[in-house]
C-alpha cells in the first residue's frame, strides 16, 4: 500500500496516517469518537 501511496504523491508532498482503532462494527465502536465520525461522513 505505501509503495501505491508514494508513486500517487506529488514531489514534496506528504501524506499523515493514523490508525484509530475503528472497527466495522459500529457496536465495538463505542467509546471510540473519531470512529463514529468516520461512519458518519464515509455513510454519506
Known amino acids: 500500500m505505501l509503495a501505491n501511496v ?3 504523491l506529488r514531489r514534496g ?3 499523515l496516517m493514523a490508525d ?3 472497527s466495522s ?3 465495538d465502536d ?3 469518537p ?3 465520525y468516520l461512519d458518519y461522513i ?3
Open 6 to 8: 508514494q508513486r500517487a
Open 13 to 15: 508532498w506528504v501524506l
Open 20 to 22: 484509530i482503532k475503528a
Open 25 to 27: 462494527r459500529r457496536e
Open 30 to 32: 463505542i467509546g471510540v
Open 34 to 36: 473519531p470512529a463514529a
Open 42 to 44: 464515509c455513510r454519506k
